[in-house]
């Protein structure tokens, strides 16, 4: 299990930020960060105030899936107050910094399947949950949920075998988890900043998904689609080419990359 010291005093200190991370709250143990970084942002916590747990025990995944964060894991949500027309594009912000994080501190080769998993050698590593609360124009929150297997033994899990994987299985090593934290903190800061002065990072999210060119099967709530992943628009949604040559857009779906 990772030794290293995860605390709010040992994630900010010089962490030389804007707005995400200028304020941390870190607990032990929690239910689910989500569910914690949700409370605060009704209260008004301070945008860029990030929750950190130590394990989480009811974990939350897309799709209402569990999603599993025992002690040695990053589990991590951060609170913004987004103008609704950036919403879709911090699906791209939060999975560009995953990779360049783990890029930084690591000689890994993530990869981004559409629209937000973060792969390693085709295994899952990180899932990201956003979580809104949207009145007419208005975002009244965004929950940024972050979760990142990095020193999950994957060997104790053999149902999650085939599906993921974590930094330490890729790298035979453990990995630190505050130095992995702090830089995701200052590349989710640069990216929001940079989305807040009008650079989208759209062209960069699409030129680093796997999934473009490939056979795909989505799964978009009761509906199946099959076909090639031809593009990505502007707004995040998936172009689907099927076998009867129309195009689909697909807004939200879970993609299983097909040889
Ligand atoms: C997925 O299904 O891929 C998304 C998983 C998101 C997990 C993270 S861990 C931190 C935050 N708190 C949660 O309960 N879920 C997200």
Not at 84 to 90: D, G, N, S
Not at 96 to 117: C, F, G, Q, T
Not at 137 to 165: C, H, K
Not at 166 to 181: A, F, I, Q
């Amino acid at each position: 299990m990772s030794k290293d010291i995860l605390s709010a005093a040992s994630v900010t200190k010089n962490l030389g930020v804007r707005l995400i991370g200028r304020r941390v709250i870190y607990y032990p143990s929690v239910t689910s960060t989500n569910e914690l970084a949700k409370q605060e942002a009704r209260k008004g916590a301070v945008e860029g105030t990030v929750v950190i747990a130590g394990e989480q025990t009811v974990g939350k995944g897309r799709l209402s899936r569990n999603w599993l964060t025992p002690k040695g894991n990053i589990a991590l949500s951060i609170i913004l107050y987004p103008d609704l027309t950036h919403l879709h594009f911090l699906i791209m912000v939060a999975s560009l910094a995953v990779v360049h994080s783990i890029e930084a501190v690591s000689n890994l080769k993530p990869e981004i399947k559409w629209p937000n998993d973060v792969l390693i050698n085709g295994r899952k590593v990180c899932g990201i949950l956003i979580e809104s609360d949207v009145q007419g124009n208005r975002v009244n929150y965004a929950v940024i949920g972050i979760g990142i297997n990095a020193n999950l033994r994957l060997a104790d899990f053999p149902e999650l075998q085939p599906i993921a994987t974590s930094l330490s299985d890729e790298l035979g090593r453990e990995v630190s988890r505050l130095n992995l934290v702090r830089r995701l903190l200052v590349e989710m800061d640069r990216l929001y900043s940079d989305l807040q002065a009008g650079k989208s990072p759209y062209d960069e999210w699409r030129d680093r998904l796997v999934t473009l060119g490939k056979r795909v099967r989505v799964k978009a709530g009761e509906t199946v689609y099959e076909g090639i992943a031809e593009s990505v628009a502007e707004d995040g949604s998936l172009m689907l080419r099927d076998a009867k040559s129309s195009l689909i857009k697909i807004l939200a779906g879970d993609v299983t990359l097909r040889e």
